[in-house]
Every structure is written in C-alpha cells, then in structure tokens.
C-alpha cells in the first residue's frame, strides 16, 4: 500500500484528497498545514509520498520539498498548485518534486500522479 502524506493550508483539499486516495487503496498516513509541518511529518512517518501545496504559511512547499529532499532522497514528492502558478511549478520541480497537479483536480488526474511518482510498483 502506498503511503501518503499531504500539506495544504486548506482543510477541505486535504479531505478531497484523503477520500479520494482512501477509495484507490492509498493510506494518507499524515495531513499538515503547512512546510514545517510537512517536513516533519516526512522525517518520522517515512512516507512513500508527500503530496505539496505550493503556496503555504510559514513555509513554502518548495521550501518544504528542498528541505525534505536534503534528509529523504527516496521520498516521491507532488506539488499541487493553481494553474496560474506555472513559475512556481517550475521552482518545484528544481526543488525536488518529481510531477505536479493543478489545483482544482480530477480524482484520476491525482491517482495516476501518485502512482506514477513510484514507478508505477504500486499498481
């Protein structure tokens, strides 16, 4: 089973997310609020993915993917963003994010970025 940690500043994003993955056989193991939050979850849940909103308090999800990059290097990392947040999504991707979803998402679109992120091993 894929295991998943999602940060987003939005409490009804991370329950889209978390019925959404719930329904495909994905445990969403931790939720954070923000970057802090998110790295500190990574470092003790250790989990398969870690889904980013870009834009979050306190610390950025980029901020928060360079970080988790530095202590984690197998963690599979997903930002989440507006799709008018293309330069962002950029800046994602340099930090360490292996794909992203544009914000508001389709349910497959979500899935298939998660399983994708691993390899599809997890199919």
């Known amino acids: 089973m894929i295991r998943l940690v999602v940060a987003d500043d939005a409490p009804f994003i991370r329950e889209i997310v978390r019925n959404v993955c719930e329904k495909v056989g994905i445990e969403v193991v931790g939720e954070a609020i923000?970057?802090?939050e998110a790295v500190k979850l990574a470092k003790?849940?250790?989990p398969d993915v870690v889904l980013l909103d870009i834009i979050m308090p306190n610390k950025s999800g980029i901020e928060a993917a360079r970080e988790i990059a530095s202590f984690d290097s197998k963690v599979k990392m997903i930002a989440f963003s507006t799709a008018d947040q293309e330069t962002m999504v950029v800046r994602a991707l340099e930090a360490g994010c292996c794909s992203?979803?544009?914000k508001p998402f389709k349910a497959e679109d979500?899935?298939?970025a998660v399983k994708q992120s691993l390899g599809g091993a997890h199919e």
Request: net charge positive; hydrophobic share 50%; no cysteine.
């Open 34 to 36: 923000d970057g802090n």
């Open 44 to 46: 003790t849940l250790k």
């Open 100 to 102: 992203f979803v544009v």
């Open 110 to 112: 979500l899935v298939r």
